[in-house]
Nanobody
């Protein structure tokens, strides 16, 4: 499966953005999906995940209560709704996929830049 992330941009603190990850090549419904982010000089950080079928959702600690993850398998698309954005959320955001829940993500899309100004 190929993953294409989009929706990043420049937003003021307190604002919102919705990221989109579109899958092609194979149906999204076969994959557990996740979002990660990375800033220069830092390790990649877990943002959110949604299991195959959507029954299991998890967030990184700093995202809880602000971010929402969802998927529309009919559209082969996953979303990340980000609210109450903070300058610390500035990063390149990546979507990822895997077929085995307990394994590392092994399929990655290109990133989309999110910049939050103070």
């Amino acid at each position: 499966v190929q993953l294409q992330a989009s929706g990043g941009g420049l937003v003021q603190a307190g604002g919102s953005l919705r990221l989109t990850c579109v899958a092609s090549g194979r149906p999204l419904r076969g994959y557990h999906m996740g979002w990660f982010r990375q800033t220069p000089g830092k390790e990649r950080e877990f943002v959110a995940s949604i299991s195959r079928g959507g029954g299991g959702i998890d967030f990184g600690d700093s995202m809880k209560g602000r971010f929402t993850i969802s998927r529309d398998d009919a559209k082969n698309t996953m979303y990340l709704q980000m609210n109450s954005l903070e300058p610390e959320d500035t990063a390149v955001y990546y979507c990822a996929a895997k077929t085995i829940l307990t394994s590392p993500y092994n399929l990655w899309g290109q990133g989309t830049q999110v910049t939050v100004s103070s």
